[in-house]
Protein backbone atom coordinates (compact mmCIF):
# COMPACT_ATOMS: atom_id res chain seq x y z
CA UNK A 1 0.00 0.00 0.00
CA UNK A 2 2.48 2.73 0.82
CA UNK A 3 4.48 1.83 -2.58
CA UNK A 4 1.31 2.29 -4.26
CA UNK A 5 0.89 6.32 -2.37
CA UNK A 6 4.10 7.13 -2.69
CA UNK A 7 4.38 5.88 -6.62
CA UNK A 8 1.02 8.16 -7.10
CA UNK A 9 2.31 10.82 -4.88
CA UNK A 10 5.79 11.10 -7.60
CA UNK A 11 3.52 10.97 -10.54
CA UNK A 12 1.12 13.90 -9.41
CA UNK A 13 4.39 15.92 -7.98
CA UNK A 14 6.96 15.04 -10.27
CA UNK A 15 5.50 17.16 -13.42
CA UNK A 16 5.42 20.17 -11.30
CA UNK A 17 9.19 20.41 -11.98
CA UNK A 18 8.92 20.60 -15.12
CA UNK A 19 7.11 23.70 -15.42
CA UNK A 20 9.38 26.11 -17.12
CA UNK A 21 10.89 25.03 -20.86
CA UNK A 22 14.59 26.28 -21.38
CA UNK A 23 14.70 28.91 -23.53
CA UNK A 24 15.01 28.94 -27.27
CA UNK A 25 18.36 28.60 -28.87
CA UNK A 26 19.28 30.10 -32.58
CA UNK A 27 19.22 27.13 -34.21
CA UNK A 28 16.04 26.04 -32.86
CA UNK A 29 14.47 29.74 -33.61
CA UNK A 30 16.05 29.69 -37.11
CA UNK A 31 14.19 26.87 -37.80
CA UNK A 32 10.82 28.08 -36.48
CA UNK A 33 11.39 31.16 -38.73
CA UNK A 34 12.00 29.21 -41.58
CA UNK A 35 9.01 26.86 -40.89
CA UNK A 36 7.48 30.47 -40.84
CA UNK A 37 8.68 30.81 -44.58
CA UNK A 38 6.09 27.66 -45.44
CA UNK A 39 3.32 28.13 -43.24
CA UNK A 40 3.08 32.18 -41.67
CA UNK A 41 -0.15 30.97 -39.71
CA UNK A 42 2.24 29.58 -37.45
CA UNK A 43 3.74 33.10 -36.51
CA UNK A 44 1.76 32.93 -32.88
CA UNK A 45 3.00 29.69 -31.57
CA UNK A 46 6.39 31.20 -32.83
CA UNK A 47 5.26 34.27 -30.71
CA UNK A 48 4.31 32.42 -28.10
CA UNK A 49 7.47 30.62 -27.48
CA UNK A 50 8.90 33.71 -27.58
CA UNK A 51 7.35 35.04 -24.75
CA UNK A 52 7.05 31.66 -22.64
CA UNK A 53 10.63 30.57 -22.86
CA UNK A 54 12.48 33.36 -24.08
CA UNK A 55 15.79 33.25 -25.90
CA UNK A 56 19.51 32.11 -24.96
CA UNK A 57 21.62 33.73 -27.88
CA UNK A 58 22.46 37.35 -27.87
CA UNK A 59 20.15 39.30 -30.48
CA UNK A 60 22.57 40.63 -33.35
CA UNK A 61 21.66 42.33 -36.71
CA UNK A 62 21.84 38.65 -38.40
CA UNK A 63 18.88 37.31 -36.49
CA UNK A 64 17.00 40.74 -36.97
CA UNK A 65 17.77 40.91 -40.44
CA UNK A 66 16.46 36.82 -40.82
CA UNK A 67 13.46 37.02 -38.87
CA UNK A 68 11.99 40.61 -40.72
CA UNK A 69 12.36 38.08 -44.03
CA UNK A 70 11.00 35.07 -43.07
CA UNK A 71 8.59 36.73 -40.35
CA UNK A 72 7.29 38.99 -43.32
CA UNK A 73 8.40 42.18 -41.26
CA UNK A 74 5.63 41.60 -39.15
CA UNK A 75 5.58 44.04 -36.25
CA UNK A 76 4.09 41.87 -33.47
CA UNK A 77 7.19 39.26 -34.08
CA UNK A 78 10.19 41.66 -34.33
CA UNK A 79 8.59 43.09 -30.80
CA UNK A 80 8.31 39.82 -29.44
CA UNK A 81 11.76 38.75 -30.45
CA UNK A 82 12.99 42.45 -28.80
CA UNK A 83 11.37 41.61 -25.23
CA UNK A 84 12.87 38.57 -25.22
CA UNK A 85 16.33 39.82 -25.90
CA UNK A 86 15.50 42.60 -23.21
CA UNK A 87 14.12 39.63 -20.67
CA UNK A 88 17.48 38.16 -21.70
CA UNK A 89 19.53 40.40 -20.22
CA UNK A 90 18.52 42.16 -17.20
CA UNK A 91 16.04 38.94 -16.03
CA UNK A 92 15.57 40.93 -12.53
CA UNK A 93 14.12 43.99 -14.19
CA UNK A 94 11.42 42.37 -16.71
CA UNK A 95 10.12 40.24 -13.61
CA UNK A 96 6.26 40.61 -13.10
CA UNK A 97 5.47 42.21 -10.23
CA UNK A 98 4.60 40.26 -7.11
CA UNK A 99 0.94 39.30 -6.53
CA UNK A 100 0.37 42.27 -3.77
CA UNK A 101 2.21 44.67 -5.78
CA UNK A 102 -0.15 44.18 -8.50
CA UNK A 103 -3.49 44.96 -6.80
CA UNK A 104 -1.49 47.97 -5.27
CA UNK A 105 -1.23 49.03 -8.85
CA UNK A 106 -4.43 48.29 -9.68
CA UNK A 107 -6.18 49.74 -6.47
CA UNK A 108 -4.59 52.95 -6.95
CA UNK A 109 -5.87 52.81 -10.72
CA UNK A 110 -9.31 52.23 -10.09
CA UNK A 111 -8.96 55.28 -7.46
CA UNK A 112 -6.92 57.58 -9.95
CA UNK A 113 -9.71 56.73 -12.48
CA UNK A 114 -12.90 57.21 -10.81
CA UNK A 115 -11.47 60.42 -9.67
CA UNK A 116 -10.70 61.65 -13.39
CA UNK A 117 -14.30 60.92 -14.08
CA UNK A 118 -15.46 63.20 -11.21
CA UNK A 119 -13.45 65.72 -12.66
CA UNK A 120 -14.99 65.29 -16.44
CA UNK A 121 -17.14 67.48 -17.22
CA UNK A 122 -20.65 67.23 -18.53
CA UNK A 123 -21.09 67.02 -22.41
CA UNK A 124 -24.22 67.98 -24.79
CA UNK A 125 -23.76 66.77 -28.33
CA UNK A 126 -25.56 67.95 -31.22
CA UNK A 127 -25.17 65.72 -34.70
CA UNK A 128 -26.90 67.12 -37.74
CA UNK A 129 -26.57 64.77 -41.36
CA UNK A 130 -27.95 65.36 -43.92
CA UNK A 131 -27.63 62.65 -47.00
CA UNK A 132 -27.21 63.95 -50.46
CA UNK A 133 -27.45 61.34 -53.97
CA UNK A 134 -26.50 62.25 -57.28
CA UNK A 135 -27.44 60.04 -59.87
CA UNK A 136 -25.67 58.97 -63.41
CA UNK A 137 -22.80 60.92 -62.66
CA UNK A 138 -24.36 64.60 -63.22
CA UNK A 139 -22.84 66.04 -59.85
CA UNK A 140 -26.74 66.81 -59.22
CA UNK A 141 -27.08 66.20 -55.55
CA UNK A 142 -30.60 66.24 -54.43
CA UNK A 143 -31.02 65.70 -50.48
CA UNK A 144 -32.44 62.61 -49.73
CA UNK A 145 -33.30 62.90 -45.77
CA UNK A 146 -31.74 64.92 -42.63
CA UNK A 147 -30.98 63.76 -39.49
CA UNK A 148 -30.01 65.57 -36.08
CA UNK A 149 -28.92 63.74 -32.97
CA UNK A 150 -28.56 64.89 -29.64
CA UNK A 151 -26.64 63.23 -26.85
CA UNK A 152 -26.37 64.41 -23.19
CA UNK A 153 -24.68 62.99 -20.72
CA UNK A 154 -24.96 64.09 -16.57
Known amino acids: MRKLIIIFLISVFAP ?25 SEKDSVID ?27 ELR ?11 DPVASAPPSVKEADQILKKTRQNTLAAVEEMPDFVVKQQIQRSAAYAGT ?7 RLIVAVSYR
Open 79 to 89: RALEEADRRRR
Open 49 to 75: ALRRRGIDFVLNDGIRSLARNKGKNDR
Open 139 to 145: NNFQTLD
Open 16 to 40: AGYGQDKPLTQPEFVRMLYSLERNF
